[in-house]
């Protein structure tokens, strides 16, 4: 006979949750404290009341919280900040559930974290803030309400930032526009910064596909011809990905057609392996073989 969930009493499902006995995988306490905030109140009072905290953690200090912003559930959101649970935890990568949440654009859970006393000016191991996350995924709605919730001027960014954190902060300052990113750039921050792959902002701005910021940063001096570890140039990112404008505009600030990463592949056979016919022929028209 099959089990239907719903119609087990409050106290079966607590104790089924406490138990982790509904999960494939084993017991997972802050998955518990999840599916009970997904069952509705009762049955999380029930589970708390078992001696599970709210703010449980798994392997990775995740709390049911940020599962639960990470996938965009409001309701169970803020049901478990009713009931306590921390809002500016972090887990071991230094996310908060308002970084979770605005890394996959559910801009409903991150106004209800911010009203809630969401820090948005945390940053996690990386010195990312969600605002960051949020404008490198392009989530244009949730990066807006990030950047309404403090009408003041942000702080000014440290000199000469280096590594990944340099890297993101000046492919942030190009998202910003070009005043934010000369600011930045006359506190002693390099435009052609790489992170410990090699990667620099203008190779990540390629590889997604954004225009304006390609366009700024190489306006403010970034390299078209540099290579990450792997050899690869941000021309062979937007080939890859089919980012046809952005190519014309790498070639036309000088961008090498020709060159090859470790793997001895250029950007053609790049566009080419991935079916970018049009990207393909810009490259052709400018040389490439």
Known sequence: M????????????ATMLASGSVYAD???PHKNVLRA???GEEQLKQVLASGVTVDVTDDDGETALMEAADKGNLSAVQLLLKHG???NRKDKDGKTALMHAADEGHTPVVQALLAAGADPSAKDED???ALMMAEEERHNDTATVLRNFHKTAPAAAPAALVGKQGMKAVLRAAYEGETALRQL??????VDCADNDGETALMEAADKGNLPAVQLLLKCGAKAGLQDHEGKT???DAASDGHTEVVRV???AGADVNARDEDGETALMKALEDHHNDTAEALRAAGAR
């Open 127 to 129: 010195g990312e803030t």
């Open 37 to 39: 905030a997904n069952f």
């Open 250 to 252: 790498l070639i036309a």
């Open 85 to 87: 649970a921390q809002v």
């Open 26 to 28: 084993g017991p997972e």
């Open 234 to 236: 941000a021309l062979m």
């Open 185 to 190: 750039l006359a506190g002693g921050t390099a």
């Open 2 to 13: 099959k089990m239907r969930i719903p119609y087990l009493g409050a106290a079966l499902v």
